[in-house]
C-alpha cells in the first residue's frame, strides 16, 4: 500500500499520523527540529513555559478525540478565584458592570459573518462597552484590535473561553510537552515511522500531508496565494518568587492584553516557591516589538505586586503571524486556504480551512487531510483495515 507522507510533526502532524495509521495506511512523519511537537511544545528545564497553545477545551472535538482513545494527559481545571481586568487604566475585581446587560442581550444571539464584532456589539449597547468586549478577545486572538475582526469570529469564541459557566479550559499538567509526547507514542505504536531533524526541501510523492506553518507551506508547494490574517504580538514568561494575592489572571481591557499565572492551575511549572507566568501585548500597526513589550512591562507593573524585584527567570517571544487564522468581516474559516490542494497534497494547522477555537483548528485540518489521503491510498490499494486501539 503506498505510504502517506506528513510534513511537521506539531500538533497537527501528529494528529494526521495517527489518524491515518488508523485508517490502515504506512505513515511516513518527517519533522524538521530535533524534537517533536512545533509550537505544542515546553520550554526545558525548572520553567516549562509554553511556547504555544496552553488549554484544551473540554466542550470542544479535539478534547472527545483525546478521550476516545485514552490519550488525554493529566489535566487540571480553571481557578475561580483571583480574576482581575483592567478598565480605564485601573486593576478592578469585576469588568463594570454597566457592561452585564449587553452580555446577557448577545448571550444568545448569532453573530453576523459581514459585519465586525465592534459594529454589531453598538447596535445592542454603546461604544465604551463595544470597546469593552472587543478588547477582551485579545486573549485568544494576540490581535490589536479584535473589533475590527467579524462578528461571527469573536462572539463563539467570547462565549467558550471566557463566558461558560463553568469554565471549559483545561491546563495539561506539566505543559504541552506531556501531550506531545503521549501522541507521539500513540503514533509509533500504530507503526508510524518518525523521522526527526528531516528537513524536506521538495515535496515527497503523493498523497502527503503538509502540516507546517503556512510560510514554509507556500515554499514547499510554490504558492504565493497560501495566506491569512493572523496575530502579531509580544508574548513575556516571567518566573517569579511568591507573593500571596498575585492574582489569576489580568484580562486588559484596555489595550487587549492579557496576563496569566501558570503555575495557580499546575505549580509543577516552576520550582517550588516561585510562579510561573505568561503575559501578552498584541502589537499595533506601525508600533515596533519593543514599544508594544514597553506597554506590556506597564501592565505586569500594575497587575504583580513588586514583580520586578520577584523575578528569576525571563523569556520573550514575538509571534507574527503564528498564533492561529483571524477572520475579518465577510469571511468565515470556510474561506481560508483549503486542506485539499488537489493532486494528492493536503494542508493542516492552524492557519487553514478548519473549525474550532485555537488549536481545535490544527486538529480539525489534520483529520480532514488525513481522511482525505487515506481515500486516494485506499482507491488504489487493498481493501481497508482497522488497527486496534492500545
Known sequence: MQEIAIIGGGLAGLTAAITAAEGGAPVRLAEAHAELGGRARSADGPYKANLGPHVIYKDGP?????????????SAGTPLGGIRVRWDGELRRTPPLASIPTVLRLRGRDAPIDRSFRDWVRDHSDE??????????????????????????????????????????????????????TLA??????????????????????????????????????????????????????????????????SDLDEAGWVERFTAADPSLAP???????????????ETADGAATRLERLL???????????????????????????????????????????????????????????????ASATEAARGALALVHRSGPPQRTVART
Open 62 to 74: 479535539l478534547w472527545a478525540w483525546l478521550r476516545e482513545r485514552d490519550l488525554l494527559p493529566p
Open 128 to 181: 465604551r462597552t463595544a470597546a469593552m468586549l472587543s478588547a477582551a478577545g485579545g486573549v485568544y486572538t494576540f490581535h490589536h484590535d479584535p473589533g475590527e475582526l467579524s462578528a461571527a469570529f469573536v462572539w463563539p469564541r467570547t462565549v467558550r473561553a471566557l463566558l461558560n459557566p463553568p469554565p471549559v479550559a483545561r491546563y495539561v499538567i506539566g505543559g504541552w510537552s506531556a501531550l506531545v509526547g
Open 185 to 250: 507514542a500513540r503514533a509509533r505504536a500504530l507503526g508510524v515511522r518518525i523521522e526527526t531533524g528531516a528537513r524536506i526541501e521538495e515535496l515527497p510523492a503523493a498523497p502527503v500531508i503538509v502540516a507546517t506553518e503556512l510560510a514554509d507551506a507556500r515554499r514547499l508547494l510554490g504558492d504565493d496565494a497560501l495566506r491569512w490574517p493572523s496575530g502579531s504580538t509580544v508574548c513575556l514568561d516571567l518566573g517569579l518568587r511568591h507573593h500571596r494575592g498575585d492574582p489569576f489572571v489580568v
Open 272 to 286: 517550588d516557591g516561585e510562579e510561573l507566568v505568561q503575559a501578552q501585548m498584541p502589537i499595533r500597526p506601525g
Open 301 to 363: 507593573d500594575q497587575a504583580l505586586e513588586g514583580r520586578r524585584e520577584r523575578e528569576t527567570w525571563r523569556r520573550r517571544q514575538v509571534m507574527q503571524g503564528r498564533s492561529g487564522a483571524l477572520d475579518m468581516p465577510g469571511t468565515t474559516w470556510r474561506d481560508r486556504p483549503a486542506v485539499d490542494r488537489g493532486d494528492g497534497v493536503f494542508l493542516a494547522g492552524d492557519m487553514v480551512a478548519g473549525p474550532g477555537l485555537l488549536s481545535e483548528v490544527a486538529w
